[in-house]
């Protein structure tokens, strides 16, 4: 057997290496730009409608839409498009040129008879073939001619003279060829002029470029880039910088100032072309923010300086003459946020109270685009500072929240509102309209348990309960059934209920649309959903905020007199009922309980990150007892049955003054006197009755 090396001259083979080479790139791009997302879309969520437009809309359209065409990578997509069409001309080429490579000559498909045919059979077929197609038998049907009848047998006969000579047939069972072994050619999918003396060195010049420095960057571009941001999607360096900006006496307008060490990756290459810039920045905030902030502003340099007056200039709602700046003002608020959630997990870990709700807060701030220390009336559409100072009495100590200002009776609220300098009817309709549909979370009942016991005893697994409503301000919510404020404990015989895993039988939906951004709690939702979804959560309205955000809401266990975080936060993102049927809904905090006994005095925080004025914090006293002996003494309620009275158990019991049954013999052998022996066992059983009680009694 021979072996000869052949190059494709003709380019027969080279789809082949054209089609390995576009899978090997092709088949891991269109996996990560297709393969399902964890977190699931925001697009098909309820939104609360408004017609309100910001006076800078148009900007913040023009930044929605860049960042739409950012998310559907479009050199992605092109990349994808030009690659699997090349590769679907690749394999048209492949099945083409199979189709017209010459097959080998084979008798077994020229009589269509199996390999494992006998002689004998293969015999019989044949004659069978020569009464259907020997040329003095056969009938011409449509194209057919005598020539290709002739043809045909012709075949037939050289198929069958082969298979009935034994060595031919035994070649073509074991070698496929009736001359046996054959020598065989190995094609390599590229022309000969690739190693001609000209071009050789070129050839293995592109093969080293492509496989030795090429491929090994892009495989490690995006390894180091899957390693340089956290879990919150911040560089690794900018959750350096807010680490170190941490302080433990940290407010909102300081948390502020730390999140402006995120516009490094931002300015820093365009520091120099920031002159006069920042100049501008100031120059418009400086007449709109608080004490402090021009003070801490000048201290600064360069790109943090921008991007702490960029932030502020977002939070006051200021506009400038330049496009540029206005764009780079959305962006730098939207990235806020996510280094915002990187900071919230720094705070978590020190475990200070004030931190942790500054950064909370600040995400307010933030999202509706208010400073701190600012009404929590600008989030309604078309007011005004002018109008909340009118509405507040200037000079009010703190400012009015949502819920305050819907306490007020309709005409009292018409009467601040609408009117000169005011809003006009339609606006005013809208704003209390928006007012209404805001979401705020109602505390019913918050309280402790430990699961199948009555009460909280030293290391156990404890739960903070809360039942909560959403009620809307100035919405009257019917009262709440006393039967949803109580919390009953899982069957048991439901193991996963009792372990805290779903169930086949109750279905617990704890499904949500957006990962929690900090460490939190798993969210349990005692209240079942069955035979469909839970409702979607509605986005929150925030018309100044360039992109499209859940509401959240943060409970966590603190300490006052320390100011101190207790117990991690819990985010609460999606309701597992309906929320405009003012439903109760249930959601447990799991901890281990304090190792001793006595009274342990927690401050409950609830914190929305989306709305200002809606927290609600209360204090609240978690009861550790000792844990009760077994009591050795036989109580009669708990016993199965009671003993006869002529067994051991029986007689001992006699002499402790229990009731005993009467036995079986006894009854035989007195029937005479059977309505005085009922008499006197129910008169026993009613003295066995009242020694119990009067154990009780003793007990409590």
Request: overall charge negative; hydrophobic content about 35%.
């Amino acid at each position: 057997m021979s072996t000869d090396y052949n190059y494709d001259e003709q380019g027969q083979f080279f789809p082949y290496f054209v089609a390995t080479m576009l899978l090997l790139a092709l088949g891991p791009v269109t996996y990560s730009t297709f393969a399902p997302s964890k977190q699931t879309g925001l697009q098909n969520n309820p939104r609360i409608e408004s017609s309100f437009k910001p006076a800078d809309y148009d900007h913040i359209e023009q930044h929605k839409r860049k960042k739409r065409k950012e998310s559907r990578r479009i050199k992605r997509m092109t990349f994808l498009a030009i690659g699997w069409s090349l590769m679907a001309y690749m394999i048209y080429l492949i099945l083409t040129s199979s189709a017209l490579t010459p097959k080998i000559w084979d008798p077994y498909t020229i009589l269509g008879i199996s390999m494992s045919a006998s002689e004998k059979a293969i015999k019989s077929h044949y004659r069978r073939l020569s009464i259907k197609f020997h040329p003095d038998k056969v009938k011409l049907q449509g194209n057919d001619t005598l020539e290709s009848a002739n043809e045909r047998w012709v075949e037939i006969t050289k198929a069958y003279k082969a298979l009935t000579d034994e060595e031919i047939r035994r070649n073509y069972q074991e070698y496929g060829h009736p001359d046996g072994k054959q020598s065989y050619s190995i094609g390599i999918a590229l022309p000969q002029w690739t190693i001609a003396d000209g071009s050789k060195y070129w050839v293995l010049a592109f093969y080293g470029v492509m496989f030795g420095i090429v491929l090994p960057y892009y495989v490690g571009k995006w390894w180091y880039g899957t390693k340089k941001y956290t879990k919150d999607g911040v560089l690794m360096e900018t959750a350096g910088r807010l680490f170190k900006g941490y302080e433990e006496d940290c407010d909102e307008k300081k948390a502020v100032e730390i999140l402006s060490a995120g516009g490094l990756e931002k300015f820093k290459k365009d520091e120099k072309n920031m002159e006069g810039k920042e100049h501008i920045i100031e120059s418009a905030i400086k007449d709109k923010v608080p004490f402090g902030v021009m003070s801490t502003l000048e201290k600064m340099e360069g790109w943090k300086r921008k991007t702490y007056g960029l932030l502020w200039a977002f939070m006051t709602r200021t506009r400038f003459e330049d496009s540029k700046l206005d764009a780079e003002k959305l962006d730098v608020a939207q990235d806020a946020v996510s280094w915002n959630n990187s900071l919230l997990a720094i705070m978590l870990a020190f475990s200070s109270t004030k931190p942790i709700l500054s950064s909370m807060r600040i995400n307010q701030n933030l999202v509706q685009a208010i400073p701190p220390g600012g009404s929590p009336l600008l989030q309604l559409p078309y007011f005004t500072e002018t109008l909340i100072e009118k509405i507040e009495e200037f000079g009010a100590k703190d400012h009015w929240t949502i819920q305050r200002f819907m306490s007020l009776s309709d005409e009292k609220r018409r009467q601040l509102c609408v009117g000169k300098d005011g809003l006009t009817e339609e606006q005013y309709k809208e704003a209390i309209a928006i007012a209404q549909k805001i979401p705020i979370l109602h505390v019913e009942k918050a309280f402790f348990k430990v699961q199948g016991e009555k009460t909280v005893t030293p290391n156990a697994i404890c739960q903070l309960v809360l039942k909560v409503r959403v009620i809307p301000a100035g919405v009257t919510a019917p009262p709440v059934d006393p039967k949803d404020l109580e919390d009953e404990d899982p069957a048991e015989d439901d193991i996963d209920a009792l372990i805290g895993r779903t169930s086949s039988k109750s279905k617990t939906q704890t499904k949500t649309t957006e990962k929690s951004p900090i460490p939190t709690n798993e969210v349990e939702k005692s209240a079942l959903v069955t035979g469909s979804e839970p409702p979607m959560p509605t986005l929150t309205h925030a018309p100044f905020f360039p992109a499209a955000t859940l509401p959240k809401w943060h409970v966590f266990l603190a300490d006052r007199r320390s100011g101190r975080m207790i117990i991690a936060p819990m985010t609460i993102v999606q309701f597992p009922e309906p929320t405009d049927n003012f439903q109760v809904q249930t959601f447990k905090l799991q901890f281990g309980a304090p190792p001793n006994s006595g009274e342990v005095h927690f401050q409950m925080h609830l914190v929305c990150d989306s709305y200002l004025g809606t927290d609600y914090k209360t204090g609240i006293v978690l009861k550790v007892d000792e844990p009760r002996m077994f009591d050795t003494r036989i109580k009669e309620e708990d016993e199965i049955s009671e003993p006869e009275e002529d067994s051991l158990a029986g007689l001992m019991a006699s002499s402790r003054g229990q009731s005993v049954k009467r036995s079986s013999h006894h009854h035989h052998h007195h029937d005479d006197s059977d309505e005085e022996d009922e008499s006197d066992t129910e008169g026993e059983e009613d003295e066995g009755s009242a020694t119990d009680t009067d154990t009780d009694t003793d007990e409590d």
